[in-house]
């Protein structure tokens, strides 16, 4: 692959995972009166059927992470991925159309799989990847994922506006643009001497856990991953309500806020995380990412000004940069063979996390804010914080070596 085509290649994994996030995005801000749309009821109601519907997706990523990441071992990245991407432009068809709460369940249960393509699109990059910039690549990967987190909502409520339908047939018609693109410029980079007989047993995210857990402390790092992604999803689950209760927020303020972390997420794993890779080396990045999180979980707590919550806000992405180093960590104790069986397993502990961590954040924040109860509306970053601690604990722990 020269270097032009590798170019191509590396902005379509780009876009397809920024169009992942965007696709998530696009879609939150009319959930509520889609639901009501095609099943009544008040917006208590809207906001159970959307827990469920979001806990399906997630566990559809966590069932389907390692099997597409073990099949596109054995049949190649660009099927894999081309496939995903056509299934997934039907699907957002289908949920545009969707009449009844089950086509659109249904429809979230397909979307979950075909949204567990980040494992076979972070194992091409670490297939085109040379080792001492896979971390750097993979932080490339949060930086997609970033700029999606900010579009989507923005372009998502702007398009609300003329329908709780029209941003999905946007978000259709962006996966259909970018399956064209990819079936003309993607490559394969699967060669024979890579390639591995898929076994059903090795595609099951259990299984596979077990399996890598052989390598040279890859198990360890996996549940360390799984630990860092279940405090940082206090965010998403907690900030509209924690804003709300502690400043007074109003919708459009937090989705400034949103858009003001995303885009320093965008920074930081775009280009920053370069620099503490090469002053600090992956292990010092991931000291300090935890180090630094930690901090900003607990100063959240402590601010009591809403204006100077939003300007601390962009500081907290700092922090973002403890998956991409530990992606490329554990990269890089894996053979060229089983790249798409790792990332498979890492996007499968990050939707555990995403199953798990809601629930518990969100029932945190009530029960510290009920007038039954004691009144601490940052509780669940307290929660984050010691997790946090928990993390470094981990990862400073002895590992078994074992060569890959």
């Known amino acids: 692959m020269d270097a032009t085509q ?66 596109s ?55 085109i990847s040379k080792p001492e910039e896979k971390s750097a690549n993979f932080g490339l990967v949060g930086a997609a994922f970033g700029l999606g987190f900010v579009l989507g909502p923005v372009i998502g409520g702007l398009l609300g506006e003329f329908g709780p339908r029209a941003p999905i047939y946007a978000a259709a018609l962006l996966g259909g643009l970018n399956l064209i693109f990819g079936y003309f410029i993607l490559p394969e980079t699967v060669t024979d001497r890579i390639r591995r007989p898929f076994v059903l047993r090795r595609a099951n995210p259990l299984a596979a856990f077990k399996a890598l857990g052989q390598l040279d402390g890859v198990r360890r790092l996996i549940f360390l991953v799984f630990l860092y992604e279940f405090a940082f999803i206090v965010y998403p689950a907690t900030w509209a309500y924690f804003t709300k209760e502690a400043y007074g927020w109003s919708p459009g303020m937090v989705g400034v806020s949103l858009a003001l972390f995303g885009i320093g997420m965008a920074i930081v794993q775009g280009g920053l995380i370069r620099i503490a890779l090469r002053h600090l080396g992956e292990r010092g990045t991931i000291i300090y990412g935890i180090c630094f999180n930690l901090a900003a979980f607990v100063m959240l707590t402590l601010i009591s000004n809403g204006w100077v919550a939003l300007a601390f806000i962009p500081l907290t992405s700092l922090g973002a940069v403890v998956t991409p180093a530990l992606q490329g960590l554990m990269s890089k104790r894996v053979s060229d063979d089983r790249q798409g069986e790792l990332q498979g397993v890492v996007s499968s502990a990050k939707s555990v996390a995403m199953i798990f961590s809601p629930l518990v954040m969100t029932q945190l924040f009530w029960a510290f804010t009920t007038e039954s109860g004691p009144y601490f509306p940052g509780a669940a970053f307290i929660l984050s914080a010691l997790i946090m601690a928990l993390c470094m604990l981990v990862f400073l722990g002895r590992t078994r070596q074992t060569a890959p």
């Open 6 to 71: 590798r170019k191509r290649a590396f902005t379509f994994i780009l876009i397809t995972l920024t169009l992942d996030a965007m696709g998530i995005g696009l879609i939150l801000p009319v959930m509520p009166d889609l639901i009501n749309e095609v099943n009544g009821g008040t917006v208590g109601d809207a906001a159970l059927w959307g827990g469920i519907l979001a806990t399906t997706f997630a566990v559809m990523q966590f069932i389907f992470g390692p099997i597409l990441g073990s099949l």
């Open 73 to 127: 071992d054995r049949f190649g990245r660009r099927p894999v991925l081309l496939i995903s991407l056509l299934v997934m432009t039907i699907d957002y068809i289908v949920m545009a159309v969707a009449g009844t709460i089950w086509l659109l369940f249904l429809t979230r249960v397909i979307g979950g799989i075909t949204a567990a393509t980040q494992s076979t699109a972070t194992a091409f990059i670490a297939d």
